[in-house]
């Protein structure tokens, strides 16, 4: 499932944060790792300063995980190239820093991040940068999925099947539930909170709907449990997921045309702007065998 996994680099020790989860997933998965830096068209003369700059990496990541790398260097536009290059090369999964500012040529992750989530089909994993990055053996030992009840909303399951399949990681299956809905009236859109019996009704739906996705995870190495909270969506996977220590949040998407077209509404966007903890992103719809 991660057969081929991407990481683009800028030439800055930021990016660079990224490479210790790609190497832990090409390790367990025995996955080729692909490391892209773009140069930009007006900059063409450097072009072989970001060759010798992925080779560097390259060997950095065969030392240190004992996988293959393979550099390749754009030229173009960062986002534009990084969308292209992995939609035409059957690549599996992306790995990048929310935004890295300095180095060889330096580009702005934030922006480049924004376009290339939207635009690409297969999963990306993103990492804030600026966050210190856990030991090797923490870097996936706890993570949190989120769901809703959908089918699209299980997009990524399959992927955290398969990856405690390779790994001891602890999974928890997570539910939030509304204390309440808004409803039009005749003054306007107001807020109703439901009672004591529809939450706890709703509360009980939504465990069961849980422990039965979570007979998916048969076979894997780690522990899985099963959460419902009450509240709003994003704000309690961020708690939660603060609370617990946990390492990875898996999240469904359906992409952007906007960067808010998530399943869950603005969820995704809130965490990815407001949570420090990488956050495995999966295209409703895309999920590769």
């Known amino acids: 499932m991660f057969e081929r996994i991407v990481v683009p680099l800028d030439g800055s020790k930021l990016a660079e944060l990224a490479l210790p989860h790609a190497g832990e997933l090409a390790g367990a998965f025995n996955s080729e790792i692909i490391l892209v830096s773009v140069c930009k068209p007006e900059e063409s003369q450097y072009q072989?300063?970001?060759?010798?700059?992925?080779?560097?990496?390259?060997?950095?990541?065969?030392?240190?995980f004992g996988v293959e790398a393979k550099p390749v260097v754009l030229l173009?536009?960062?986002?534009?190239?990084?969308?292209?290059?992995?939609?035409?090369?059957?690549?599996?999964?992306?790995?990048?820093?929310?935004?890295?500012?300095?180095?060889?040529?330096?580009?702005?992750?934030?922006?480049?991040?924004?376009?290339?989530?939207?635009?690409?089909?297969?999963?990306?994993l993103l990492i804030r940068a600026g966050v210190p990055?856990?030991?090797?053996?923490e870097l996936f030992n706890k993570i949190l999925l989120p769901l809703d009840s959908s089918d699209a909303g299980e997009a990524a399951l399959p992927y955290i099947v398969e990856l405690t399949k390779k790994m001891s990681s602890?999974?928890?299956?997570?539910?939030?539930?509304?204390?309440?809905?808004?409803?039009?009236?005749?003054?306007?859109?107001?807020?109703?909170?439901?009672?004591?019996?529809?939450?706890?009704?709703?509360?009980?739906?939504?465990?069961?709907?849980?422990?039965?996705?979570?007979?998916k995870l048969a076979?894997?190495?780690?522990?899985?449990?099963?959460?419902?909270?009450?509240?709003?969506?994003?704000?309690?996977?961020?708690?939660?997921?603060?609370?617990?220590?946990?390492?990875?949040?898996?999240?469904?998407?359906?992409?952007?045309?906007?960067?808010?077209q998530w399943i869950f509404g603005s969820v995704a966007h809130k965490i990815l702007q407001v949570s420090s903890i990488p956050v495995l992103l999966a295209r409703a719809g895309q999920v590769k065998p």
């Open 219 to 260: 076979g894997m190495k780690g522990t899985m449990k099963c959460e419902v909270r009450v509240g709003d969506t994003a704000h309690e996977i961020i708690r939660f997921a603060e609370k617990t220590n946990t390492r990875l949040v898996a999240i469904s998407s359906h992409g952007c045309s906007g960067i808010k």
């Open 48 to 64: 072989h300063m970001h060759q010798l700059y992925t080779e560097k990496m390259a060997e950095s990541i065969k030392g240190s």
């Open 76 to 124: 173009g536009e960062s986002a534009e190239e990084i969308i292209s290059y992995t939609e035409e090369n059957d690549i599996s999964l992306l790995v990048m820093m929310s935004h890295a500012r300095s180095g060889i040529r330096s580009w702005t992750m934030g922006d480049v991040a924004n376009k290339v989530i939207c635009r690409v089909s297969m999963p990306v």
């Open 133 to 137: 990055s856990p030991k090797k053996e």
């Open 170 to 215: 602890e999974v928890t299956l997570l539910q939030v539930v509304a204390p309440g809905q808004h409803v039009h009236t005749i003054g306007g859109l107001d807020y109703v909170r439901f009672t004591e019996q529809q939450v706890d009704a709703m509360k009980a739906e939504a465990k069961q709907y849980l422990e039965k996705a979570g007979k």
